[in-house]
């Protein structure tokens, strides 16, 4: 019978296995205490804004000095503003208080340094007429109108003064709905005068339909505005934020609030240049009654066209009369200027003098031509 032999480990591998375990162990070890150790551990940068009282601060700085800007410009435009009355006071200033009811005051603004002041016809009267004039200090002067015209309502006043404290007129092609404006004029009286209101520009080129005494009238082009024009603000100036003139305060719609409108100011802005220069203003006439295509549904609902203006009468034995422009004629350009408006032919016709010769391009039913005209004298 054969004996079993137990199988006998053998005590130094078992030795040898240990210490190479615990070798393993502790390089592992020591491997990973020093990889962590020189990690470092950043915290995270972000940036921070304090919603404090900072930003609101500058804000309201930033306010106030616009403010403070505009009052600024206000208060030096006004200095350009003037009372007209056709009556003259008994009293020192036609803005005493004395007989103040019986003077009829209204409103007209310095444009050049030589004494000439642009109002409302309305306002001064028609040509050669006598108005007068109370400035900004307080001196009174009688005035002549050298410079009318009806169908704009607009006027030219001159007073024997110099080295005068004058308006800076903008442009008003350059206008836009929404911005803001402000008006500047005398309403109901003394106790109100030189009265600012503010608003926005409404709408362009409106077209309104005068009524007085039985007569019906058309006014075109017109800059519409919701800053307030009352009696007495007529000729008065309609100015953007840097104080420029971009119209003349001329009515208003009586039957509804915030409905004002102003010319703009750019049709009178050429003969305004020639006064300046100390220059005689003859002014050309073309002798034709037409309507901008914005007038033209109040008189005929079946006219229609997209361009130009509407000849709507020819005035006999005037500068049109017995040549090839007829009645009906929609003009497209004068000279190759491009013509959509009647302040658009009148601001062109006010750069010309009588005797000057002008192509009219016109368009009659189809047909395309050119014709030419002598301006007369108006």
């Not at 190479?20 to 070890?29: E, T």
């Not at 919603?51 to 600024?72: F, H, M, R």
């Not at 017995?322 to 190759?336: A, F, Q, R, V, Y």
Request: aromatic share 8%.
């Amino acid at each position: 019978m054969k004996s079993r032999r137990r199988k006998r480990t053998d005590p130094k591998k078992k030795i040898i296995v240990i210490t190479i375990i615990l070798l393993l162990f502790w390089v592992g070890a020591f491997y990973i205490y020093t990889t962590y150790k020189n990690i470092q551990i950043e915290p995270i940068k972000y940036e921070t804004t304090k919603l404090s009282s900072t930003q609101n601060e500058q804000t309201v700085e930033n306010e106030e000095e616009n403010s403070k800007t505009i009052a600024d410009m206000i208060e030096a435009t006004t200095k350009n503003i003037v009372g007209i009355s056709k009556l003259k006071n008994a009293g020192n200033s036609i803005l005493s208080t004395s007989n103040e009811a019986e003077l009829g005051l209204g409103t007209g603004v310095i444009v050049t340094e030589n004494g000439y002041i642009l109002s409302n016809e309305h306002v001064t009267g028609s040509k050669y007429s006598k108005c007068y004039i109370t400035l900004e200090n307080g001196q009174n002067y009688e005035g002549t109108v050298t410079w009318s015209d009806t169908d704009l309502d607009l006027s030219l006043t001159k007073i024997e003064a110099k080295n005068l404290s004058y308006a800076t007129l903008g442009d008003s092609s350059k206008i836009r709905v929404g911005e803001t404006v402000y008006a500047i004029g005398n309403p109901i009286g003394f106790e109100f005068r030189r009265t600012v209101t503010s608003g926005i520009i409404s709408a362009k080129n409106r077209s309104i339909k005068i009524e007085e005494e039985n007569n019906k009238s058309y006014m075109s082009d017109l800059i519409q505005t919701d800053a307030t024009i009352n009696p007495g603000n007529s000729g008065g100036p309609l100015i953007t934020p840097n104080g420029e003139v971009i119209g003349i305060n001329t009515v208003k719609i009586t039957t509804a609030e915030g409905i004002g409108f102003a010319v703009p100011i750019n049709v009178v802005k050429s003969i305004i240049q020639k006064y300046q220069k100390g220059e005689n203003f003859e002014q050309a006439n073309i002798g034709i009654y037409a309507y901008d295509k914005q007038v033209i549904p109040y008189l005929d609902s079946n006219i229609s066209f997209e361009k130009g203006i509407y000849v709507a009468q020819i005035t006999p034995k005037g500068p049109s009369d017995n040549t090839e422009l007829k009645e009906k004629d929609i003009i497209l350009s004068i000279d190759g200027k491009e013509i959509n408006t009647m302040n658009d032919l009148r601001e062109y016709i006010y750069t010309k003098k009588p005797g000057e010769k002008v192509t009219l391009k016109i368009v009659r039913g189809k047909i395309n031509r050119q014709i030419d005209i002598t301006l007369g004298r108006k």
